[in-house]
């Protein structure tokens, strides 16, 4: 039976992604930080690893015995480095595939770091002689809830960003999920980019389909740069500096109207239509009205 390693089981698409799991004949390793916070995840075919990106010591164990490896990297300045280094130790563990979470729009010459960052991340993983499938998903329709400025919106009435009028792209976790597994579970997909997009919207649409759909007035401020700051300081997330500045840009390049892309990648993956906004905000209604 193959033996997936799945690095940040805890973020937003390793939980959904561990639950489309639950439902096959795969053996999943969760690697967490924290076992004791993450006992949800556990099932019949689902096993927590002790695992922190800035502890080499916690790699060995849980790249041990592993067939495929789901690598999702946080944002963390020094994400490249720590991708070198459970690549390398994956090659030499004998891991057969590594599926990798990028970004839409990864680009060495892009004007977001972010985006740079996975543009690097992706030639580490070509390079590294390894199998491997990169997913580059849109932005996830979950930042509207759990997000920086998904709080702020939830809380105030008001989804504030410094985006302007540009269409970006939106994609539900929960079909990034389904496509991840599917890339996981079936034959095929060698050395393949998939972009996994959703449709776009202006965030003036969004807000007014959450108004519809909730009943609650919610407005949106295209803010400047330096609100954007403000607000991010400001926020419980407890932003640090760099993160702030790699947000701006990337707020940026949507604004540019970069992040439009439609792609077939998704359809063809999981076998139907992206979920639309609508959809999405209908699933998670009481997550928009609760204030
Ligand atoms: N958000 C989007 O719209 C979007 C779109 C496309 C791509 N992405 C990409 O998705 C990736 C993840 O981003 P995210 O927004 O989901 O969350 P994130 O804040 O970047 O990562 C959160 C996850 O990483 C884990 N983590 C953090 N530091 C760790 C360490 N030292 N060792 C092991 N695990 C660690 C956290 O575990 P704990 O539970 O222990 O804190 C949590 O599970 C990024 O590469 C991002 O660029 C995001």
Redesign the pocket.
Same mark, same amino acid.
């Given at each position: 039976m193959n033996t997936i390693l799945v690095?940040?089981?805890?973020?937003?698409? @390793?939980t959904q992604l561990i639950e489309k799991l639950k439902e096959t004949h795969v053996k999943v390793r969760a690697?967490?930080?924290?076992p004791s916070?993450?006992a949800h995840l556990i099932a019949h075919n689902v096993e927590l690893i002790h695992?922190?990106?800035?502890i080499i010591a916690t790699y060995e164990n849980a790249l041990d015995g592993v067939d495929k490896l789901f690598l999702?990297?946080?944002?963390?300045p020094h994400?490249v480095d720590i991708t070198r280094k459970i690549v390398k130790l994956a090659k030499q563990k004998g891991v057969k595939k590594i599926v990798k979470?990028?970004?839409?729009g990864a680009d060495p010459e892009s004007d977001s770091q972010?985006l740079r960052w996975?543009a690097e991340k992706e030639e580490v993983v070509k390079k590294s002689g390894i199998s491997y499938t990169i997913l580059r998903? @849109?932005?996830?329709m979950?930042?509207y809830v759990y @997000?920086c400025y998904g709080h702020c919106m939830n809380s105030i009435g008001t989804l504030k960003l410094p985006q302007g009028e540009a269409k970006i792209n939106q994609v539900d976790v929960a079909d990034i999920a389904q496509a991840a597994a599917s890339v996981l579970t079936n034959f095929g997909h060698k050395d393949k980019i998939y972009n996994l997009t959703g449709y776009s919207y202006t965030n003036m649409e969004i807000v007014d389909l959450l108004s519809n759909i909730t009943g609650r007035q919610i407005i949106y401020e295209d803010i400047s740069h330096e609100e954007a700051r403000a607000m991010m300081q400001g926020c419980k997330c407890n932003n640090q500096e760099w993160k702030i500045n790699a947000m701006i840009e990337l707020h940026q390049v949507c604004k540019d109207g970069l992040m439009e892309a439609y792609s077939m990648d998704l359809k063809n993956l999981i076998g139907k239509g992206p979920t639309t906004f609508a959809e999405f905000a209908i699933e998670h209604k009481s997550a928009f009205t609760n204030t």
């Open positions: 690095t940040a089981a805890t973020s937003v698409l @390793g690697a967490v930080r924290n916070k993450a695992f922190d990106f800035d999702i990297v946080p944002l963390v994400q979470l990028s970004g839409l972010i996975h998903p @849109g932005n996830y979950q930042n @997000g």
